[in-house]
């Protein structure tokens, strides 16, 4: 840094210009009429922007903008308020969209939509005006085209916010017209007084005034205003001899052309800087030149000397009118710049006429407001952009001073608050001292280059590789939130694949854009390493990432090219428009501050008053704690990036272990982890006294803990606040709330080193106490690394964050929104908290300190929420933990476990953790290990802890009200997961809590849910004995008969005959010959007449049991057409267990008694044993010699079948032997 580069007060935040979701961007083409009288028709279309397949030249086309800029609409109330601008595709494509930071809190539509306007020639330069009205919510754009067609597009405001509004007739709101001078002469610049005003610079050097009657005329009336009488005449239109002029693109310009136009306060004259170096007023009523002199104001001979020097006609801004008065009956002031002499002038303006005396005052003739770009950026060489005077509310007095300034491809941004008006001694100290500069942030490629998680900037020893996984790193590297845009890696892919494949390269590869990039980076590895060893390949892969990501860099880098600088007045906000970026400029934290001018809070010297009076902190002002943060911030970074790793890696090793160890161990297994003694040399040890400025054992513990007070939130006294946070201003949040994030972590880490290297130094002072400061650090950390990790994590179950997304997000279709690619990319952090953003009570007029204070307010709201006091970090945590569980974000959330506390609620969370992702054994454990006092609500309210409502209303009641209730509420969890092993188990469990005198509705349930759990889990025994425990028979009956058929099912009929079936026994018998008489198919179905013979039998009712054999072998004889088949013995071992079953008795009882079956009104050619008739019942004694007769036909029928010899006869009847 040079001496004199300014005070660093400022940061960029970069925003992505990107669509907000697919389908949001609508592009019309505009109508045209060519030089034959063929006409361009308008066309509407709505599209989804695909980036993949886009190669440079269309990435080039689509992204980048050669011209842009932002129009702030004049109220405040308004919305949508602020409009970004960009000119793409050669000049040929406006696109504008609404770049808002919040909205009202009612507002049911955000203004997310973009549009693109297809005209059909190039625009301008300089050509482009944007203007809105009081009573119409419409923005207008004038544009002029190299066709010399003037475009008026009167786009309503619903057009960003609703879809459906722009399908209307684009030539309602599309005007075009040929102004007639525009006809002879070119359109240098166009400017918008207002709807129905516009001022055009003509190549000529007259000024053309178009106004309308009607905002929605097309007809303009056409008045000029120029230096002499020539410009309507040929000599005007053609270049005449000795005339001087300069070249811009493919015109010639005239030395008395306007480049700067405005209209006085007053309305009455039109106020110009021109080529030749002069300040021409026109009176509007009379059509005069009223006033003309240089624009400094100087002698004949000066004057001359600087108008033979035209000024370059690409010059962005010369003149700025400010609206506040002065002594003298001064009405406004006009500044004005001399880019010659690069000279700024402020102009008090009693009148724009000649006739008015002293009408133009100098504010300060004795002193040349030269800004010292020179010093600032070290060159010699500059050129002004734009700039603007931003005074105060009480004149001139704190007046701001914005300016961007360019050196070749360098631009950087300047402020300085100062008072022109102001004794010459000390304007003169302000001026050259008090000048600040605005640093361009994280994300540029040189910011890249310092961010320690980028792989490219890192030395990987081969060895290393094994160890790290260097695809991981680079994925989320190149896919954190923010840093690059989804076009930017897609076109870097292709190119790659192209320089891999060639001018070949036609196939694309399916599957998500991180798919595709690791495919690509693995196939190509493979290709340059071969077959070689895995060490080699490991190499190959990282120099395939290395070469990605030097494509990545070369698009990323032309993203930033900065295109202009605006300002917000009703926001007081500066903005930078760059190609493929907008920056909202936002003023550095206190500690950034400190850090970001370091030599100067390090130097012996006084820091700058700019810098002292962005410092309110006590700590922050202290010189003994900006020197430690700067020492210790110089001390880490001298230290090698291996030991930076090792450092990060044991410190989330100890936040997150759960031992009681001492704060003193902690410190010393850290110390010796990292090994940093051994590290460590004399030249560090020696740096860093000198950063200090004193001797170490001078610090105390004070001085610690001041600078970790100056990185906490400090609140203001603020109004209640009620917004709702727009699309970019919760990119800005995010982007502000990252840096944030990732300073104060490396602040820490910082101020960690520091202790671990003092603890073991002797003779430190008896103030210093290691071990409170390093208590202090890691409590800090906590927080730290929890908001980091919500930060960089995206989800794929996006949550609405206000009202009107809440709308937009259901306009999607189901399918989508339960998708894994949900069309909108989302962080944690800003789904979980993006709701209350727009609630943070923030005082006013912060200006520049708005987006700071905003997004460290959300930050430290997260843990600190203003209604609740009593919050703590394990109850924050625990709520994140809710909500990733309530989004469905099984894998976030159980990543994000390891930074739960050892809570009862938290071991309950990751119960719902290990469920949801099929881990019931470990969901069974913690559901277990709080049991006791969830149950009884020791200390706990689950209303009050389940913040994200995860359990039903319902289902809290089962919380502290017992065990019992507790494990029939766990059961149910596993009861929706289908895991019915597990939910027998606290089935069980609730069981055996009960104490007698519970609730028997509670218990049936339980009995119940165990038996259907045991049922599906195939526990028989289990269910049995839940059954039996019923006192409701029909539910007995009815659990018995699902328990019979399950069994059954399963092959379990041993077992269930082995079961006691106390009571039950009829009813088993009942059950089952229920489901012999239901059984439709013999052959095929379940035996249910065999496993109620057997059951028949074990029971000692053999007469019962031939009968339901003999009910059997019936049905066998008219359904079966196995009986054909001599092989088939099915009715023979009928037989034979009737016989057998028979025989078990008594002679007397010896028989049973059975329906016969009796044909009636059928000729006997239909009988059968296939498609029989139906038949009438009629019981009959069947005796045990009847069977065995009939057993002996069956024998002789079966083995006349095998002889060959057939019967054509019903098969019941006697057989005739052939």
């Known amino acids: 840094m040079v001496r004199n580069a300014g005070t660093c007060l400022y940061k960029e935040a970069r925003l992505n210009i990107e669509p907000a979701f697919p389908g949001s961007t609508i592009a019309f083409t505009l109508p045209a009429t060519n030089s034959i009288g063929f006409g361009t028709r308008a066309k509407r279309t709505v599209y989804d922007e695909t980036d993949a397949g886009k190669d440079d030249e269309a990435f080039t086309k689509r992204h ?12 405040r109330s308004t919305y949508p308020h602020s409009f970004l601008w960009r000119l793409l595709d050669g000049r040929k494509t406006l696109e504008i969209q609404a770049v808002d930071l919040e909205h009202d809190e009612r507002g049911a539509y955000e203004a997310n939509l973009t549009l693109l306007m297809h005209f059909p020639s190039p625009l301008r330069p300089f050509c482009v005006a944007l203007a809105d009205e009081d009573d119409r919510n419409i923005i207008t754009v004038f544009a002029i085209t190299t066709n010399d067609e003037l475009y008026t597009l009167s786009i309503p405001c619903g057009f960003f916010s609703k879809e459906s509004a722009s399908d209307i007739d684009i030539e309602h709101w599309c005007k075009r017209t040929t102004p007639s001078l525009l006809q002879t002469n070119v359109a240098y610049r166009l400017v918008a007084v207002g709807v129905d005003q516009l001022l055009v610079s003509l190549h000529n050097g007259s000024i053309l005034r178009l106004s309308r009657d009607n905002r929605d005329d097309t007809i303009w009336t056409e008045a000029t205003f120029q230096q002499t009488n020539w410009s309507m005449t040929l000599r005007g239109v053609l270049p005449w001899k000795g005339q001087s002029t300069v070249r811009y693109g ?62 370059g006609p690409s010059q962005s801004t010369l003149m700025q009118v400010v609206s506040i008065s002065g002594p003298g009956d001064i009405a406004y002031f006009l500044v004005v710049y001399s880019p010659i002499q690069h000279e700024f002038k402020f102009y008090g303006v009693r009148s724009a006429d000649d006739d008015v005396p002293q009408a133009f005052a100098d504010l300060q003739s004795e002193f040349s407001f030269v800004p010292p770009i020179d010093d600032l ?20 007095k704190g007046t701001e001073f914005w300016l961007r300034a360019r050196s070749g491809p360098s631009s950087r941004v300047y402020s300085i608050t100062f008072d022109p008006s102001d004794e010459i001694e000390r304007l003169e100290r302000v001026w050259k001292n008090d000048w600040t500069t605005v640093e361009s942030g994280p994300l540029t490629v040189e910011g890249l280059k310092k961010d320690p998680e980028n792989p490219g900037e890192q030395e990987w020893d081969p060895s290393e590789l094994f160890q790290v996984d260097i695809t991981e790193k680079w994925l989320d590297f190149l896919f954190a939130p923010g ?203 020696a740096s860093l006294v000198e950063d200090l400025g004193t001797d170490i054992r001078h610090l105390n513990t004070g001085v610690f803990q001041g600078a970790l007070r100056t990185l906490k939130f400090e609140k203001q006294n603020a109004p209640p606040r009620a917004k709702q946070t727009a699309r970019y201003g919760l990119k800005a949040l995010l982007r502000v709330s990252s840096e944030t994030l990732d300073f104060n972590y490396e602040r820490l880490l910082d101020l960690l080193v520091l202790i671990l290297f003092m603890q073991f130094e002797e003779d430190l002072s008896e103030d ?189 009641e089962k919380f502290s009200e017992g065990l019992p209730k507790y494990y029939s509420h766990v059961l149910g969890l596993f009861e929706q997961a289908k895991a019915y092993s597990y939910m027998s188990d606290f089935a069980r469990l609730g069981l ?8 028997q509705e509670l218990k049936s349930d339980l009995l119940q849910r165990l038996f259907t759990s045991s049922i599906q889990s195939s526990r028989f025994e289990e269910a049995y004995t839940a059954l039996t425990r019923y006192s409701d028979s029909a539910l007995k009956h009815s659990s018995l008969k699902s328990l019979i058929t399950a069994m059954i099912a399963q092959s379990q009929t041993a077992t269930l005959l082995k079961f006691p079936l106390v009571g039950l026994v009829e009813e088993m018998d009942t059950i089952l010959s229920d489901l012999c008489k239901t059984t439709l198919n013999m052959g095929s179905g379940p035996p249910y007449h065999q496993i109620l013979y057997s059951f028949r039998v074990s029971r000692g009712n053999f007469r019962g049991a031939a009968t339901i054999l003999h009910e059997r072998l019936q049905r066998l004889k008219s ?95 006697e057989m005739d032997i052939l």
């Open 64 to 75: 980048l903008a050669s011209d842009g800029s932002m129009y702030f609409r004049r109220r």
């Open 250 to 311: 493919h015109t010639d310009l005239t030395a008395s052309t306007a480049m700067n136009m405005v209209l006085s306060p007053d309305g009455g004259h039109i106020i110009s800087v021109c080529l030749d170096h002069t300040l021409r007023i026109f009176n509007l009523q009379s059509g005069k030149l009223t006033r003309q002199h240089d624009l400094l104001d100087l002698n004949n001979d000066a004057q001359e000397r600087n108008q033979s020097h035209l000024l």
């Open 377 to 396: 950026m070290n060159v010699t060489g500059w050129t002004l952009e734009e700039f603007y005077i931003v005074p105060s509310g009480s004149g001139w």
């Open 483 to 685: 840093r690059f845009t989804n076009a930017t890696l897609e076109t870097a892919l292709l190119v790659l694949r192209k320089g891999h494949r060639g001018d070949r390269y036609t196939s694309r590869l399916r599957g998500s854009l991180k798919d595709r990039l690791c495919a690509t980076i693995a196939e190509a590895a493979q290709k340059h390493s071969g077959a070689e060893s895995t060490k080699s390949h490991e190499l190959a892969i990282a120099e395939q990432w290395d070469a990605y990501y030097g494509v990545v860099k070369d698009l990323h880098k032309r993203r930033g090219e900065s295109l202009s600088l605006v300002y917000d007045p009703v926001s007081d906000l500066p903005w930078l428009v760059l190609s493929d970026y907008v920056s909202a400029v936002r003023k550095c934290s206190e500690p950034e501050a400190i850090l970001s001018n370091s030599v100067f809070m390090n130097s012996r010297r006084r820091p700058s008053a700019p810098l002292r009076r962005a410092l309110h902190k006590p700590e922050a002002k202290s010189p003994e704690v900006c020197q430690l943060l700067n020492a210790a911030a110089s001390f880490r970074q001298r230290l090698s990036p291996s030991f930076q790793q090792d450092l990060k890696r044991y410190l989330h090793a100890d936040l997150l272990q759960s031992r009681s160890i001492t704060v003193v161990d902690r410190m010393e297994q850290m110390e010796a982890d990292c090994d940093l003694s051994a590290i460590l040399t004399d030249d560090d040890i």
């Open 768 to 956: 210093f106490d290691p071990t409170i400061v390093f208590y202090d650090l890691i409590n800090e950390f906590k927080d730290w690394v929890v908001l980091q990790w919500i930060a960089t994590t995206v989800w794929s179950h996006q949550a609405p964050t206000g009202t009107a997304s809440t709308r937009w997000m259901k306009e999607f279709d189901d399918a989508s929104r339960t998708s894994s690619q949900f069309p909108i990319t989302q962080t944690a952090l800003e789904g979980m908290f993006g709701y209350t953003a727009g609630s943070i009570d923030i005082p006013g007029k912060l200006k520049t300190g708005f987006l700071t204070y905003w997004s460290q307010g959300w930050l430290s709201s997260t843990f600190s929420p203003p209604d609740q006091p009593n919050y703590s970090f394990d109850l924050a945590v625990e709520d994140m933990m809710g909500r990733l569980l309530f989004q469905k974000e099984y894998g976030l959330a159980k990543d994000f476990s390891q930074f739960l506390p050892e809570s009862n609620w938290a071991t309950y969370l990751k119960g719902r953790t290990h469920l949801a992702l099929g881990e019931n054994h470990l969901a069974s454990l913690c559901f277990q290990k709080p049991a006791y006092n969830l149950a009884l609500g020791i200390g706990f309210d689950v209303s009050m802890a389940d913040t994200a409502h995860l359990v039903p209303e319902l289902e809290q």
């Open 992 to 999: 055996n809590s009960m104490m007698g005198s519970e609730d």
């Open 1119 to 1213: 359904t079966s057409s196995k009986i054909h088949d001599p092989a088939d013995e099915s009715l023979i071992q009928c037989y034979l267990m009737i016989i057998n079953a028979l025989s078990s008795v008594s002679q007397e009882d010896a028989y049973i008694l059975a329906d016969q079956r009796i044909d009636e009104g059928l000729p006997q050619f239909l009988h059968g044993p296939i498609g029989t008739a139906k038949k009438l019942l009629k019981r009959h004694i069947v005796t045990l010699d009847t069977l065995r007769r009939e057993y002996q036909a069956e024998l002789d029928r079966v083995a006349a079948i095998e002889n060959g010899h057939f019967a054509f006869m019903d098969p019941t009847d």
